[in-house]
């Protein structure tokens, strides 16, 4: 259960409320029920609502002490007697939308005393910027958007409903030089970056601006912690990236990738829509829509995994 000196509950909500806001179906003799907070289904107990989605842990399910639980209509066979059954199609998504509803802060403006706020900078309602965090000048930050502690942001048109978790760094210079035998020249990196509605972008990440061309970061995309994103690269909508992943300068995304955790992609790519790149892949050349990549240079994962197997049988013998 969550600590009550870090999060505050807003419960408790009747059982019939909580089913209709995440989208699942209640018993009606059960609508009236109260629920006091949120849990793991092995932690648990009466006045608590749990979840069930990954078959795993069904052998929790029968000696789960929680009043009500989320799951679908496959394991509710498996639930005791004396539990509610919230039935969803979807049972990890109902859980999050019904923890919610007991743990979301309501959003408003708060800018710490020790933030350094730039000249011309434009902040939309319901704004939060944590402790030590710097926004330069000519910055736009949008409505309900919260910053962490010891950020900085430069450069930079920022959306609404975005979150930027402690340590991370939005629009400092691109790793751009000239090359010569003399030295090397630094190109000026004349661009922004622009992040769209609803991004999550992790602790300690760092998006640099653009040469001249804008970095973009696609609304609802989610980016973890210590990831890096060069200049000019284009995010599309709804993207996922783990941590220490690196994406070369100039390089194009697809809506709705996936990137493994510690994979790589070269500059100058078009990766297309729907691509999953697993974890410590290197992507070297250009990928079509919705492939499935692995390993390094990244292929096919098909593929990938035949070539493990051969070399496996190799080995062995």
């Known amino acids: 259960m969550a600590d009550p000196k870090f999060h505050h509950n807003q419960g408790p909500f009747y059982l019939g409320d909580i089913a209709d806001h995440c989208g699942a179906t209640c018993p009606d003799d059960k609508r009236d029920i109260e629920i006091a907070d949120v849990n793991s289904l092995s932690d648990a107990k009466s006045g608590e609502l749990t979840f069930l989605d990954n078959v795993k842990y069904k052998s929790d399910l029968p000696i789960s002490k929680a009043t009500a639980c989320i799951l679908s209509s496959e394991m509710a066979e498996f639930a005791p ?23 979301t802060q309501l959003p408003k403006d708060d800018i710490h005393s020790t933030a350094v706020i730039g000249d011309n900078v434009t902040l939309g309602d319901n704004v939060t910027i944590e402790a030590n965090s710097v926004i330069g000048n000519g910055v736009a930050i949008g409505n309900n958007s919260h910053i962490g502690a010891n950020v900085t942001v430069t450069h930079s048109i920022i959306g609404d409903h975005v979150r930027i978790h402690n340590g991370a760094r939005i629009g400092q210079d691109g790793f751009g030089f000239a090359l010569d035998p003399s030295g ?55 993207c996922v990236i783990t941590a220490q992943v690196g994406i070369s300068g100039s390089t194009k995304i697809g809506d709705y990738c996936v990137f493994g955790g510690q994979s790589g992609v070269a500059g100058h790519l078009n990766i297309g829509t729907g691509t999953q790149v697993g974890a410590q892949s290197g992507v070297t050349k250009d990928v079509e829509r919705g492939q499935k990549l692995m390993g390094f240079p990244a292929r096919p994962i098909r593929e990938y995994w035949r070539e493990m197997a051969k070399l496996k049988k190799l080995l062995s013998k």
């Open 81 to 103: 007697d004396d539990m509610a059954c919230l039935i969803s199609d979807k049972p990890y998504k109902s859980y999050a939308m019904a923890a919610t509803m007991f743990y």
């Open 184 to 238: 090397y020249v630094p190109v000026p990196q004349l661009g922004r970056v622009v992040i769209g509605d609803h991004v999550h972008i992790g602790a300690n990440t760092c998006i640099d601006r653009g040469a001249g061309p804008d970095t973009i970061i696609g609304a609802g995309s989610i980016i973890d912690n210590l990831v890096q994103i060069a200049h000019n690269v284009h995010i599309g909508k709804g």
